[in-house]
């Protein structure tokens, strides 16, 4: 049994974070899946290097540049395929456990990150386009997009919330989802099959907190020590307080009643867990949060570090005091978390949508040497 297996048997699920349409044909895809890899995400910097980086798009391209001068229709049509090839390879895994894995995820554009109804619009569109049962729509935790999130779910679409950083953020995020299975449930709708996680974001935190405590370090040289051993700390207590938060919300008579009509909790899913910071070891935000109804999305290295040397137990409820004493420590060196977790949301709003750009520019490109070949 491997890793993967082994994570698997511990109540956690390793989906891929990474698409491209080589790996899809060549059956790289599947022989992960093989290995145990439960699902699949993309998001618009997943894209972005998959499309510019690839001469796989060529003809897919050349076919929607005929029909249409719009870059992101364009792209659309190349991201939709892929999705729906990545969703046929997952689709044994969907079949086999009842909806609980096997999906794959793909994003709305992240320039409706502040728009409800138009964030609302697109997830229904794309739901549609994709017309597969193990789609998950990635919708954005910004503040307009809970009551989005809450909509869908009524909708009966499978959501993936991503850019949760903060556990107030994280709060109303699973509060929408009930609330969104709650209205179903009144309209006499089906809930059982609905699947939703909700993306956490681990190692950005410890990006911006790690260069707050080196400004504070250098401020304070009598405190360097101090400072320098909360380094690296930060992203794994939030992460694990965010498990602690789960597992109360999941409990309790209000979810029980859910529960007996079928509904599935929505599972913590730990995003951005490649290790940025080349002193850290590679798998500082992945052996920590092991447990059960979690999944871990990650790059393939990240998958490949698990596979050779990752550790197989039940972590993420250990050392719970010790994550909230270090971010108590945080609060007294004068890290305030709440402008942390709010500037990541929103850079990481903006990269996305920066990556979208990006993409939408190789497209036109690529069409406008197209049509004067």
Same mark, same amino acid.
């Given at each position: ?11 956690? /699920? ?39 980086? /690839? ?140 699947? /939703?996680?909700? /993306? ?174």
């Amino acid at each position: 049994m491997n890793r993967i297996q082994q994570l698997h048997q511990l109540g956690q /699920s390793i989906w891929l974070d990474f698409i491209e349409r080589t790996m899809i044909q060549r059956g790289e895809l599947q022989a992960l899946v093989d290995k145990g890899v439960a699902g699949v995400t993309s998001n618009p910097t997943i894209f972005q290097q998959a499309i510019a980086k /690839s001469d796989a798009y060529q003809d897919d391209l050349r076919r929607l540049a005929a029909t249409t001068d719009d870059a992101k229709t364009i792209f659309e049509g190349l991201a939709i395929a892929d999705i729906q090839a990545a969703a046929d390879v997952m689709r044994p895994v969907y079949d086999a456990n009842q909806g609980h894995d096997g999906f794959v995820s793909l994003e709305v554009a992240p320039d409706l990150a502040y728009d409800t109804a138009a964030t609302i619009a697109e997830a229904r569109r794309l739901h549609a386009a994709v017309a597969r049962p193990n789609l998950m729509v990635k919708v954005p935790a910004t503040q307009a997009g809970i009551p989005a999130i809450r909509q869908l779910i009524a909708d009966g679409i499978n959501i993936n919330v991503t850019l949760i950083f903060s556990l107030d953020r994280y709060a109303e995020v699973k509060e929408a989802f009930i609330q969104g299975l709650e209205t179903r449930l009144e309209a006499g709708l089906p809930i059982d099959r609905i699947a /939703s996680v909700a /993306s956490f974001f681990v190692s950005r935190v410890d990006v911006n907190i790690d260069g707050q405590l080196d400004k504070l370090a250098a401020q304070h040289p009598d405190r360097a020590a101090r400072y320098k051993a909360l380094q690296g700390k930060a992203a794994v207590a939030n992460a694990k307080l965010a498990y602690a938060q789960f597992e109360e919300k999941f409990a309790g008579a209000r979810w029980e009643a859910l529960a007996a009509a079928g509904a599935r909790v929505q599972r913590p899913l730990w995003a951005s867990t490649s290790t940025k910071n080349p002193n850290y070891p590679d798998l500082l935000y992945v052996d920590p949060l092991i447990g059960p109804h979690t999944v871990n999305t990650m790059p393939p290295q990240t998958l490949d570090a698990l596979q050779d040397h990752g550790v197989a137990a039940c972590t993420v409820t250990q050392e719970v005091a010790a994550a909230r004493q270090t971010l108590a420590a945080l609060a007294e060196a004068g890290i305030v978390m709440d402008e942390v977790t709010a500037a990541l949301e929103k850079e990481g709003v903006k990269k996305f949508a920066d990556s979208f750009v990006e993409l939408l520019d190789v497209i036109e490109e690529r069409r406008k040497a197209l049509a004067s070949a």
